[in-house]
């Protein structure tokens, strides 16, 4: 998935400014500057895009997780992966919001996304074994929408 799409979804989710999400990047040593992370805010037709680059991504999504968390100074950073897939963000969001199996069933169920635990362990395996299974976009983007919905009810 794209993750400018992720990136745009979370700073809609937590209603965070650009200057908010370039302070989760710089708690990470990830110095981006507006210009940049304006760019990587814009969408796919706009002009001025700018895809977010995987290790950008995979520190935004570890500052998000201290963001959320807080730091505990008992665990050492988490390891920066080279090349993001939709698993690892699935992972890191699901850390990131303190999510057990049965929130993130009912976060899918909010989107209208029925999936089984079955299914949902899966994605978490590791890459290689044998119930491994890769995230779709699809599962991320309803995922992200049920998550959106969970954090940021709608006002009537």
């Known amino acids: ?17 650009e200057g908010q999400l370039i302070e989760i ?13 304006s760019r990587y ?3 796919e037709d706009e002009e001025g895009y700018m895809e977010v680059p995987d290790e950008v991504m995979a520190n935004f999504l570890n500052g998000l997780i201290t963001f959320k968390r807080g730091k ?21 969001l699901r850390v ?14 909010a989107a209208d996304f029925k999936v089984s635990e079955g299914e949902l362990s899966a994605f978490f395996r590791k890459e290689g074994h044998k119930n491994y299974r890769p995230c779709g976009d699809q599962v991320l983007r309803y995922f992200l929408k049920g998550l959106t919905a969970k954090v940021r009810p709608k006002k009537n």
């Open 96 to 109: 990131a919001f303190e999510l057990k199996t049965e929130d993130l069933i009912a976060v899918l169920n």
């Open 25 to 37: 990047l710089k708690t990470t040593g990830t110095p981006v500057s507006p210009d940049v992370m």
């Open 41 to 43: 805010l814009k969408k």
């Open 72 to 92: 505990d100074d008992r665990f050492p950073a988490p390891e920066v992966e080279k090349r993001l897939t939709n698993n690892i963000m699935l992972k890191k």
């Open 1 to 17: 998935m794209m993750h400018n799409h992720v990136l745009r979804s979370v700073r809609y989710m937590l209603d965070m400014s």
